[in-house]
Nanobody, 126 residues
Framework: QEQLVESGGGSVQTGSSLTLSCAAS????????MAWFRQGPGKKREVVGVIDKDDYTTYVEAVRGRATIAKDNTRTTLMLQMNNLKPEEGGMYYCAAGRPYWCRAWSVDSTSFTYWGQGTQVTVSS
């Protein structure tokens, strides 16, 4: 059974860095378009970045240069490193797996993905 489990969330101060992990079971993350999403309080779930099956990464403009998505060598874990975090970037972070037509941050949304984790909470205090 396909499952995703996120971890690594917590409370940090503005300007800090954080690394989130997403453990996959029942499939390899290298076989899917993998994404990280963020959902702030009262807001819709929005993509942060994606990594395709060839490990090509793309990010939304707001995090470009501060976010890094990568897979580990076991092909079962997805990671998101965020640097210089801002208060507005707090929220629930979700990883997702899917097979959209084009795996790019600007071409996908939440409907593009089939499997979701339960999320991990990130709080950024000013």
């Amino acid at each position: 059974q396909e499952q995703l489990v996120e971890s690594g969330g917590g409370s940090v101060q503005t300007g800090s860095s954080l690394t989130l992990s997403c453990a996959a079971s029942g499939f390899f993350v290298s076989d899917y378009c993998m994404a990280w999403f963020r959902q702030g309080p009262g807001k819709k779930r929005e993509v942060v970045g994606v990594i395709d099956k060839d490990d090509y990464t793309t990010y939304v403009e707001a995090v470009r240069g501060r976010a890094t998505i990568a897979k580990d060598n076991t092909r079962t874990t997805l990671m998101l490193q965020m640097n210089n975090l801002k208060p507005e970037e707090g929220g629930m972070y979700y990883c997702a797996a899917g097979r959209p037509y084009w795996c790019r941050a600007w071409s996908v949304d939440s409907t593009s993905f089939t499997y979701w984790g339960q999320g991990t909470q990130v709080t950024v205090s000013s």
